[in-house]
């Protein structure tokens, strides 16, 4: 049984990730057209992922860790001699210019995120921000200020449109991208 729904498990990825890497509009990648193409019952979403969303936000994770994999440059400064603030900045803005590179994928996980993300999901900047206070905050202090800072991003992400339009923040140019993370890094680790 176990097997089966492993099985399950990756025909469902498989298909969301079929449907998503190949649409136009992520609105068609629906419940029932992940479904068809897996060839399982609709119920079996909601048995494996508990929705729609959490499926296609784990499609998403597995694309942006493809994506950052591949990213050479990414890796070369991961590795290099930079400060925990400076790899937050790299990492935040690399993961932001992907995300808005394939906003309909992004656009599909980053309310899951945002609103349903399970609250024991690591965060992954959490070891570089206590790098930077070294000792001055406490752990949960650390957890609070990688939590919003990420969520942040996330949310000027989802609303880079609008940020273009009602501030003049351009998030699609990298050097405003960048101005912006520095910015928004400065003001939770300062």
Do not use: W
Request: hydrophobic share 45%.
């Amino acid at each position: 049984m176990k097997r089966d729904i492993e099985a399950t498990r990756a025909a469902l990825l498989d298909a969301a990730k079929e449907l998503m890497t190949s649409c136009d509009d992520i609105d068609t990648v629906t419940s029932r057209a992940i479904t068809s193409r897996a060839g399982v019952n609709l119920a079996m979403i909601n048995y494996c992922f508990g929705s729609r969303e959490a499926l296609l936000y784990e499609v998403f994770r597995q694309l942006l860790s493809d994506a950052q994999r591949a990213d050479t440059e990414l890796a070369k400064a991961m590795s290099a001699q930079l400060s925990a603030r400076e790899r937050i900045i790299l990492i935040h803005f690399r993961m932001m210019r992907l995300m808005i590179a394939n906003f309909s994928y992004a656009k599909a996980a980053t309310r899951f995120i945002l609103l349903s993300r399970p609250s024991d999901s690591e965060l992954g900047i959490l070891p570089l921000v206590e790098e930077h206070f070294a000792g001055r905050r406490t752990t949960d202090e650390c957890r609070l200020v990688a939590f919003e800072l990420t969520s942040l991003h996330e949310l000027a992400v989802l609303r880079h449109a609008e940020l273009k339009a009602l501030c003049g923040i351009d998030l699609t140019d990298d050097e405003t991208l960048e101005r912006y993370v520095r910015e928004s890094v400065g003001r939770y680790l300062d």
